[in-house]
Protein backbone atom coordinates (compact mmCIF):
# COMPACT_ATOMS: atom_id res chain seq x y z
CA UNK A 1 0.00 0.00 0.00
CA UNK A 2 0.63 3.64 0.45
CA UNK A 3 3.76 4.86 2.51
CA UNK A 4 1.17 7.94 3.26
CA UNK A 5 2.05 7.70 7.04
CA UNK A 6 6.01 8.38 6.42
CA UNK A 7 5.43 11.74 5.35
CA UNK A 8 2.44 13.44 7.43
CA UNK A 9 1.73 14.46 10.66
CA UNK A 10 0.17 11.83 13.01
CA UNK A 11 -2.33 11.71 15.84
CA UNK A 12 -2.75 8.60 17.77
CA UNK A 13 -5.75 8.03 20.11
CA UNK A 14 -7.78 5.15 21.90
CA UNK A 15 -10.98 3.85 20.64
CA UNK A 16 -13.47 5.38 22.74
CA UNK A 17 -12.01 8.48 23.05
CA UNK A 18 -12.15 12.20 21.00
CA UNK A 19 -10.15 13.23 18.38
CA UNK A 20 -8.99 17.09 17.42
CA UNK A 21 -6.95 17.50 13.79
CA UNK A 22 -6.11 20.90 12.97
CA UNK A 23 -5.65 22.46 9.72
CA UNK A 24 -4.40 25.79 8.73
CA UNK A 25 -5.34 27.46 5.27
CA UNK A 26 -3.93 29.57 3.77
CA UNK A 27 -6.29 32.04 1.37
CA UNK A 28 -8.85 34.65 3.67
CA UNK A 29 -10.75 35.36 1.00
CA UNK A 30 -11.43 31.09 0.76
CA UNK A 31 -15.74 30.98 1.41
CA UNK A 32 -16.35 27.39 1.79
CA UNK A 33 -14.14 24.38 3.57
CA UNK A 34 -14.49 21.31 3.55
CA UNK A 35 -12.83 18.16 5.74
CA UNK A 36 -12.40 14.95 3.79
CA UNK A 37 -11.07 11.60 4.92
CA UNK A 38 -8.66 8.98 2.79
CA UNK A 39 -8.25 5.84 3.28
CA UNK A 40 -4.94 3.56 1.76
CA UNK A 41 -5.53 3.96 -2.44
CA UNK A 42 -9.02 5.30 -2.30
CA UNK A 43 -10.29 8.81 -3.12
CA UNK A 44 -11.44 11.56 -0.63
CA UNK A 45 -14.43 11.18 0.95
CA UNK A 46 -16.72 13.80 2.41
CA UNK A 47 -17.13 14.25 6.00
CA UNK A 48 -18.35 17.77 6.69
CA UNK A 49 -18.07 21.31 5.35
CA UNK A 50 -18.66 24.85 6.89
CA UNK A 51 -19.12 28.38 5.17
CA UNK A 52 -17.36 31.43 5.43
CA UNK A 53 -20.28 32.70 7.59
CA UNK A 54 -20.35 30.46 10.35
CA UNK A 55 -17.90 29.11 13.15
CA UNK A 56 -19.23 25.49 13.83
CA UNK A 57 -21.19 23.04 12.76
CA UNK A 58 -21.86 19.61 13.81
CA UNK A 59 -22.77 16.45 12.13
CA UNK A 60 -22.77 12.80 13.17
CA UNK A 61 -19.86 12.45 15.39
CA UNK A 62 -18.05 15.31 14.02
CA UNK A 63 -17.50 18.87 14.22
CA UNK A 64 -15.96 21.63 12.13
CA UNK A 65 -14.48 24.74 13.77
CA UNK A 66 -13.65 27.89 11.38
CA UNK A 67 -11.34 30.72 13.08
CA UNK A 68 -11.13 33.25 10.33
CA UNK A 69 -8.88 35.35 12.30
CA UNK A 70 -6.07 33.06 12.36
CA UNK A 71 -7.20 30.96 9.35
CA UNK A 72 -7.31 27.78 11.16
CA UNK A 73 -10.12 24.95 10.95
CA UNK A 74 -10.71 21.94 13.01
CA UNK A 75 -12.12 18.84 12.83
CA UNK A 76 -13.53 17.03 16.15
CA UNK A 77 -14.25 13.06 16.22
CA UNK A 78 -16.23 12.06 18.94
CA UNK A 79 -16.10 8.83 20.54
CA UNK A 80 -12.94 7.94 17.67
CA UNK A 81 -13.93 4.03 16.53
CA UNK A 82 -10.73 1.84 15.06
CA UNK A 83 -13.20 2.50 11.22
CA UNK A 84 -12.40 6.29 11.72
CA UNK A 85 -8.69 5.12 10.98
CA UNK A 86 -7.44 7.35 7.61
CA UNK A 87 -5.30 10.03 6.63
CA UNK A 88 -7.99 13.90 6.89
CA UNK A 89 -7.78 16.48 4.71
CA UNK A 90 -9.09 20.16 5.06
CA UNK A 91 -9.62 21.72 1.69
CA UNK A 92 -10.77 25.59 0.72
CA UNK A 93 -12.43 26.83 -1.78
CA UNK A 94 -11.33 30.05 -2.98
CA UNK A 95 -14.49 33.25 -3.79
CA UNK A 96 -14.79 34.64 -6.81
CA UNK A 97 -14.77 34.83 -10.35
CA UNK A 98 -14.46 31.06 -11.76
CA UNK A 99 -11.88 29.82 -9.51
CA UNK A 100 -14.08 27.23 -7.88
CA UNK A 101 -10.77 24.70 -7.35
CA UNK A 102 -10.23 23.06 -4.24
CA UNK A 103 -6.53 23.71 -2.02
CA UNK A 104 -5.81 21.20 0.22
CA UNK A 105 -3.85 21.39 3.51
CA UNK A 106 -1.77 18.97 4.77
CA UNK A 107 -2.91 15.95 6.25
CA UNK A 108 -3.17 14.24 9.29
CA UNK A 109 -2.54 10.41 9.58
CA UNK A 110 -5.43 9.37 12.68
CA UNK A 111 -4.37 6.19 13.83
CA UNK A 112 -7.27 4.76 16.50
CA UNK A 113 -5.58 2.11 18.85
CA UNK A 114 -8.28 -1.05 19.80
CA UNK B 1 -26.44 7.12 -6.23
CA UNK B 2 -23.95 7.64 -9.07
CA UNK B 3 -20.80 8.39 -8.37
CA UNK B 4 -17.94 9.91 -10.08
CA UNK B 5 -16.15 6.68 -12.20
CA UNK B 6 -12.54 6.86 -13.38
CA UNK B 7 -10.75 4.39 -15.74
CA UNK B 8 -8.61 2.95 -15.30
CA UNK B 9 -8.04 1.99 -11.70
CA UNK B 10 -4.36 1.24 -12.02
CA UNK B 11 -1.88 1.74 -15.02
CA UNK B 12 1.57 0.63 -15.48
CA UNK B 13 3.24 2.47 -18.35
CA UNK B 14 7.12 2.82 -19.26
CA UNK B 15 9.04 5.82 -19.25
CA UNK B 16 8.96 8.13 -22.24
CA UNK B 17 5.58 6.57 -23.38
CA UNK B 18 2.08 7.75 -23.48
CA UNK B 19 -1.29 7.73 -20.86
CA UNK B 20 -5.03 8.56 -20.89
CA UNK B 21 -7.13 8.86 -17.80
CA UNK B 22 -10.45 8.70 -17.98
CA UNK B 23 -12.95 10.86 -15.79
CA UNK B 24 -17.04 10.18 -16.44
CA UNK B 25 -18.49 13.04 -13.99
CA UNK B 26 -21.82 12.61 -11.75
CA UNK B 27 -24.75 13.45 -13.91
CA UNK B 28 -25.41 17.18 -14.66
CA UNK B 29 -22.04 18.09 -13.01
CA UNK B 30 -20.77 20.72 -15.16
CA UNK B 31 -17.28 21.05 -13.62
CA UNK B 32 -14.29 18.62 -13.23
CA UNK B 33 -11.05 18.76 -11.78
CA UNK B 34 -8.41 16.89 -11.69
CA UNK B 35 -5.65 16.35 -9.07
CA UNK B 36 -1.99 14.63 -8.73
CA UNK B 37 -1.04 13.08 -5.52
CA UNK B 38 2.24 11.31 -4.71
CA UNK B 39 2.89 9.15 -1.89
CA UNK B 40 2.20 11.13 1.19
CA UNK B 41 1.28 13.87 -0.10
CA UNK B 42 -1.40 15.90 -0.31
CA UNK B 43 -3.62 15.89 -3.51
CA UNK B 44 -2.49 19.01 -6.10
CA UNK B 45 -4.40 20.46 -8.47
CA UNK B 46 -3.83 20.02 -11.76
CA UNK B 47 -6.56 21.19 -13.85
CA UNK B 48 -9.91 22.02 -14.20
CA UNK B 49 -12.74 22.28 -16.95
CA UNK B 50 -16.69 23.99 -16.47
CA UNK B 51 -19.27 23.15 -19.63
CA UNK B 52 -15.91 22.08 -21.57
CA UNK B 53 -13.67 25.11 -21.05
CA UNK B 54 -10.74 24.93 -19.27
CA UNK B 55 -11.61 27.46 -16.07
CA UNK B 56 -8.85 26.98 -14.39
CA UNK B 57 -4.92 25.53 -14.35
CA UNK B 58 -2.49 24.67 -11.97
CA UNK B 59 1.10 22.89 -11.56
CA UNK B 60 0.34 20.74 -14.50
CA UNK B 61 3.68 19.72 -16.95
CA UNK B 62 3.18 21.41 -20.60
CA UNK B 63 3.64 16.99 -21.35
CA UNK B 64 0.07 16.85 -19.71
CA UNK B 65 -2.99 17.78 -21.60
CA UNK B 66 -6.64 17.73 -20.97
CA UNK B 67 -10.34 18.05 -22.48
CA UNK B 68 -13.69 17.65 -21.66
CA UNK B 69 -15.98 16.39 -24.06
CA UNK B 70 -19.52 17.04 -25.10
CA UNK B 71 -21.31 13.93 -23.07
CA UNK B 72 -18.81 15.59 -20.04
CA UNK B 73 -16.61 13.43 -19.64
CA UNK B 74 -12.87 14.28 -19.24
CA UNK B 75 -9.54 12.81 -20.28
CA UNK B 76 -5.87 13.45 -19.24
CA UNK B 77 -3.85 12.95 -21.15
CA UNK B 78 0.02 12.47 -20.42
CA UNK B 79 3.06 12.14 -22.71
CA UNK B 80 6.53 11.09 -22.23
CA UNK B 81 6.46 10.26 -18.95
CA UNK B 82 8.83 10.15 -16.76
CA UNK B 83 9.73 8.32 -13.03
CA UNK B 84 8.00 11.51 -10.94
CA UNK B 85 4.46 11.07 -12.94
CA UNK B 86 3.60 8.22 -10.40
CA UNK B 87 1.09 9.19 -8.19
CA UNK B 88 -2.83 8.76 -7.81
CA UNK B 89 -4.85 11.11 -10.03
CA UNK B 90 -8.11 11.65 -8.96
CA UNK B 91 -11.21 13.06 -10.76
CA UNK B 92 -13.77 15.31 -8.70
CA UNK B 93 -16.65 17.00 -10.42
CA UNK B 94 -19.21 19.79 -8.64
CA UNK B 95 -22.12 22.05 -9.72
CA UNK B 96 -22.57 25.49 -9.63
CA UNK B 97 -18.75 25.99 -8.47
CA UNK B 98 -19.03 23.40 -5.60
CA UNK B 99 -21.85 24.93 -3.76
CA UNK B 100 -23.39 21.47 -3.12
CA UNK B 101 -20.06 20.53 -2.65
CA UNK B 102 -17.33 18.17 -4.48
CA UNK B 103 -17.45 14.37 -5.43
CA UNK B 104 -14.32 12.48 -5.64
CA UNK B 105 -13.55 9.42 -7.67
CA UNK B 106 -11.50 6.33 -6.68
CA UNK B 107 -8.64 7.49 -8.54
CA UNK B 108 -6.33 5.98 -10.82
CA UNK B 109 -2.64 4.81 -9.76
CA UNK B 110 -0.11 5.45 -12.32
CA UNK B 111 3.05 3.77 -11.87
CA UNK B 112 6.00 4.50 -14.50
CA UNK B 113 8.24 2.12 -14.82
Known amino acids: GESVGLHLPTLSVQEGDNSIINCAYSNSASDYFIWYKQESGKGPQFIIDIRSNMDKRQGQRVTVLLNKTVKHLSLQIAATQPGDSAVYFC?????????????FGKGTLLTVNP | AAGVIQSPRHLIKEKRETATLKCYPI?????VYWYQQGPGQDPQFLISFYEKMQSDKGSIPDRFSAQQFSDYHSELNMSSLELGDSALYFCASSLEGGSYGYTFGSGTRLTVV
Open chain 2, 27 to 31: PRHDT
Open chain 1, 91 to 103: AERGSGGSNYKLT
